[in-house]
């Protein structure tokens, strides 16, 4: 069993920035592909960026390449998601998971956060 525990989403303005972070306890946290996914209101769950668990190779949806960054600690049994440029379109609820291959689909993962909204103003 993962617990998965997000934080560091908030009002920012457009072009701003954040931090996402996710915290795992459970299971060997190293163990585990992670990946962030979004969701807006009245939208599907939709990827964003995804690491392997050795930190080596990493993945991004085209609407957030070269503004978004994932990267993880896992000796803090951490995975972030630092986002840059941010645009309205940004604004959803943040969702991290982990999962024992990294891929761009929801249904790879096995555990889950909460989520920690993240809301980009104009």
């Known amino acids: 069993q993962v617990q998965l525990v997000e934080s560091g989403g908030g009002l920012v303005q457009a072009g701003g920035s954040l931090r996402l972070s996710c915290v795992a306890s459970g299971r060997t946290f190293s163990n585990y592909a992670m990946g962030w996914f979004r969701q807006a209101p009245g939208k599907e769950r939709e990827f964003v960026a995804a690491i392997s668990w050795t930190g080596g190779s990493t993945y991004y949806a085209a609407s957030v390449n070269d503004r978004f960054t994932i990267s993880r600690d896992n000796a803090k049994r951490t995975v972030y998601l630092q986002m840059n440029s941010l645009k309205p379109e940004d604004t959803a609820n943040y969702y991290c998971?982990?999962?024992?291959?990294?891929?761009?689909?929801?249904?790879?993962?096995?555990?889950w956060g909460q989520g920690t909204q993240v809301t980009v103003s104009s």
């Open positions: 998971a982990a999962g024992t291959v990294v891929a761009p689909h929801s249904r790879k993962y096995d555990y």
